[in-house]
């Protein structure tokens, strides 16, 4: 079975709560260190949502799914071409 590769794109909703929290962490923690280790997080995921997009809890919708990413979550679509981030 050939593997197709999907492109990952954020909404504009799931950037602004991206920035939201990192924004948040970096104020409390005074530092971005903690933002920084969940961004890797995030890429990390997202590498593996590419390789096996159905791998994480599906929602009513069956081409939205529900990734636990420690105490966040992050949700996105599968369409044929890409992987569309809504929101984290």
């Given at each position: 079975m050939v593997q197709r590769t999907r492109k990952i794109v954020w909404t504009s909703f799931a950037k602004e709560?991206?920035?939201?929290?990192?924004?948040?962490?970096?104020?409390?923690?005074?530092?971005?260190?903690?933002?920084?280790?969940?961004?890797?997080?995030?890429?990390e995921s997202l590498k593996?949502?590419?390789?096996?997009?159905?791998?994480?809890?599906?929602?009513?919708?069956?081409?939205?799914?529900?990734k636990i990413l420690s105490h966040f979550e992050l949700i996105y679509q599968i369409t044929n071409t890409q992987i569309v981030v809504l929101d984290i």
């Open positions: 709560s991206k920035y939201a929290i990192f924004l948040y962490w970096n104020q409390r923690n005074k530092s971005t260190s903690y933002s920084r280790k969940l961004n890797v997080l995030l890429q593996q949502i590419v390789k096996f997009p159905e791998s994480a809890i599906e929602s009513n919708n069956s081409n939205v799914r529900l």
